[in-house]
T-cell receptor
Framework: AQSVTQPDIHITVSEGASLELRCNYSYGATPYLFWYVQSPGQGLQLLLKYFSGDTLVQGIKGFEAEFKRSQSSFNLRKPSVHWSDAAEYFCAVGPINTDKLIFGTGTRLQVFP | NAGVTQTPKFQVLKTGQSMTLQCAQDMNHNSMYWYRQDPGMGLRLIYYSASEGTTDKGEVPNGYNVSRLNKREFSLRLESAAPSQTSVYFC???????????FGDGTRLSIL
């Protein structure tokens, strides 16, 4: 069965520190991959997506993610975190040729000044 | 740009009451979705509609019905609300297959 795992429920970092949020997926082929961010009381906003091609994908707000087929991973990174990045982050997998997304359970990011 | 609009934003119901959550998008998207979000469980798909006039069950459809009224609107109905349906409900839409989904701001529903 297709699934997405975000192993870290909660991460705390200091402002200015680097960040990596982990995402692993289980799927028979290379799916479409997404990262979304959700601020408190808001809906989900797309950060970036991977469909094919270059395995390092740039997104909004200075985020990037790297697709590693051998590890079935799509980790999200940011070199220097800002206080405004505090939010919940969701990885999602979209099997090819369907309209559905499978979401991970999310990672809540807390940023200390 | 409105994007995806959900109404109401908050609602409190009593067990057994019925309610319809409304969703409208102005991006001319074909596909629309209803999710529920519960702590520690991420987003789970309730129903989706790939095009006007079609609907399909998602992961957790029991206790819900949907209507794709036209291309813009996709409503979710709780016929007899239960406390287990207390959740935050999100509507989303997308264009072509596997294009990113655009989300509304959610409806926070409490059932007593």
């Amino acid at each position: 069965a297709q699934s997405v795992t975000q192993p870290d429920i909660h991460i705390t970092v200091s402002e200015g520190a680097s960040l990596e949020l982990r995402c692993n997926y289980s799927y028979g082929a290379t799916p479409y991959l997404f990262w979304y961010v959700q601020s408190p009381g808001q809906g989900l906003q797309l950060l970036l997506k991977y469909f094919s091609g270059d395995t390092l994908v740039q997104g909004i707000k200075g985020f990037e993610a790297e697709f590693k087929r051998s590890q079935s991973s799509f980790n999200l990174r940011k070199p220097s975190v800002h206080w405004s990045d505090a939010a919940e982050y969701f990885c999602a997998v979209g099997p090819i040729n369907t309209d559905k997304l499978i979401f991970g359970t999310g990672t809540r990011l807390q940023v200390f000044p | 740009n409105a994007g995806v609009t959900q109404t109401p934003k908050f609602q409190v119901l009593k067990t057994g009451q019925s309610m319809t959550l409304q969703c409208a998008q102005d991006m001319n998207h074909n596909s629309m979705y209803w999710y529920r979000q519960d702590p520690g469980m991420g987003l789970r798909l309730i129903y989706y509609s790939a095009s006007e006039g079609t609907t399909d069950k998602g992961e957790v459809p029991n206790g819900y019905n949907v209507s794709r009224l036209n291309k813009r609107e996709f409503s979710l109905r709780l016929e007899s609300a239960a406390p287990s349906q207390t959740s935050v409900y999100f509507c989303a839409s997308s264009g072509e297959s596997n294009q990113p989904q655009h989300f509304g701001d959610g409806t926070r529903l409490s059932i007593l």
